[in-house]
């Protein structure tokens, strides 16, 4: 269930007959999907605009999303004309004004510490563009905020979430000579709303055809999901029923780290129009029955050394790189930090707790272990050998995601950290007597709850320095707002919280 990828570096030489597992992926064969875009397209003899082949107008485009997801992982967006739009081109800095109260708004309460005054310019990354395959007709693209006029010298925005992330990326690519590929699993779940409650359309189970029956409106969703992905660019490599009422994952192929932020955008987007389309609603909150499976966004990360082969590591040369080894050892060491980017409701603690398949609650790791929060995958496969990261949920915004995840790698690769937590074997870390833990090295504890892992978050220096300080404060000040509108209300039923839950998000 994972997207497959490729290190640039073998660990251990491959013996023959080769026991290499999956599709293997690079930095360089990778591609994004996205749609070219012509900046100035040339005027005729009449004054009209040549069409070429790839032009959005010939592609049936009148409309274009101007999108951007703030630190609550709300996705927002201004309609364009296609018109507009390219008279936008025409200038230095083609975007929109918004409001420098976006970032700060939840619902309608604005976080204190953001003001009414100003606006930023979110300027269009055209080489985001995607063509939205569940609104014909439409296209989206992604933008940086930049300041409207320059502070201190400077256009860019450090809270933008875009732009943050690209900052880590540019400076693992340049200072570590690292890069990142990143793919996704999206679990969600189907429902009815009803006034009497939420209601799943089956209860098939884990990977059952028969949550995929002919003649099912399941089935119709799940095939124009994956026909609306296919139109919009984004490779999805398989789709199967997940183990709770309703419950679906759509696995999507790996990309860089901010063009898959943008892919997993979209997904969503794609999924929750296809099923509103069908007469049902899609959601990915974190945990909605008790006795069932959670829903994750499973985010699998391959480490790649551009500087030449990196030769294996000391302690696990079979499986692991010295570059692998220490971009593990920096999630080890700063996981219980990051966790307030990647669980940001106190409702995703209800689906990290132990014995359930989601990761559990020690900063550990294991070979093909489901029940530690990192899972070394197709570890004796360097073609496609890749860490998968479960302590993440629908919920949480991929930009920050990953912004948290690969500022903890590459402190450990900038640090030279070596690898003191042993992987867990046939036990998870729950299962351990202290005594066995700290033999392992299993010593930190994940935050069981979101003011915990706030707390976590601030305390931690060193991702506070890769992420920027600011960009920390801001954003734990957001996330404490949104946990104040987002849990059950005093004047309200638990029944109304859950609708709030499953309606966000």
Request: charged share 20%; proline share 6%.
């Amino acid at each position: 269930m994972n997207p497959a990828m490729k290190t640039t570096a073998s660990a251990t030489a491959q013996s023959s007959p080769s026991i290499d597992f999956g599709v293997g992926y690079t930095p360089t064969t990778v591609s994004a999907g996205t749609v070219p875009v012509d900046i100035a397209p040339a005027p005729t003899m009449f004054g009209a605009r040549a069409e070429t082949h790839r032009s959005l107008e010939h592609l049936g485009v009148k409309f274009i999303r101007v999108q951007w997801v703030d630190l609550s992982n709300f996705i927002h967006c201004r309609l364009l004309t296609i018109s507009h739009f390219y008279k936008l081109l025409r200038a230095s800095r083609p975007g929109v004004a918004i409001t420098k109260a976006a970032l700060g708004l939840v619902f309608l309460t604005l976080t204190e510490g953001f003001g009414v005054c100003g606006e930023y310019i979110l300027v269009m990354d055209l080489s985001s563009v995607r063509l939205c395959g569940y609104a014909p007709g439409h296209a989206a693209v992604f933008g940086y905020f930049q300041e409207k006029y320059p502070l201190g010298g400077k256009l860019d925005v450090p809270l933008c979430p875009r732009t943050n992330l690209k900052r880590i990326v540019k400076y693992a690519e340049e200072e570590l000579k690292t890069k990142f590929l990143v793919g996704f699993e999206t679990e969600f779940i189907l429902l009815t709303i009803t006034q009497s409650g939420i209601k799943a359309p089956n209860n098939h189970g884990w990977s059952r055809t028969a949550a995929l029956a002919s003649g099912t409106t399941e089935l119709t969703v799940l095939e124009e999901i994956a026909d609306a992905l296919a139109t919009s660019g984004i490779e999805l490599q398989m789709f199967h029923s997940e183990a709770a009422p309703g419950q679906y994952e759509v696995v999507t192929g790996p990309l860089p780290p901010l063009e898959a932020a943008d892919a997993l955008a979209h997904t969503r987007e794609t999924i929750y129009n296809i099923a509103r389309k069908h007469g049902m609603h899609a959601t990915l909150a974190p945990r909605l029955y008790a006795n069932s499976c959670g829903s994750g966004a499973h985010t699998h990360i391959s480490v790649h050394s551009t500087s030449g082969p990196s030769p294996p590591s000391e302690l696990h040369p079979s499986i692991l790189t010295t570059h692998e080894s220490r971009f593990l050892a920096g999630l080890m060491a700063h996981l219980p930090s990051v966790i307030a980017f990647t669980l940001p409701l106190p409702q995703s603690y209800a689906r990290m707790t132990d014995g359930i398949w989601s990761g559990g609650t020690w900063a550990s790791w294991g070979v093909e272990h489901r029940e530690v929060p990192v899972r070394l995958t197709n570890p004796s496969s360097p073609q496609t050998r890749n860490f998968e990261v479960k302590t993440v949920d629908g919920t949480a915004s991929p930009y920050l995601v990953l912004a948290g995840l690969i500022s903890a790698g590459i402190i450990g690769i900038r640090d030279q950290l070596e690898l003191t937590v042993e992987g867990c074997g046939e036990k998870a870390a729950a299962e351990l007597t202290e005594a066995e833990r700290a033999e392992k090295g299993i010593m930190k504890r994940l935050p069981l709850d979101v003011e915990s892992a706030r707390q976590y978050l601030l305390e931690d220096q060193k991702i506070g320095e890769v992420i920027g300080e600011e960009v920390v404060r801001k954003y734990v000040a957001v996330n404490k707002t949104l946990e104040g509108l987002i849990v059950q209300q005093e004047t309200e039923s638990e029944h109304a919280a859950v609708i709030r839950l499953v309606e966000t998000y």
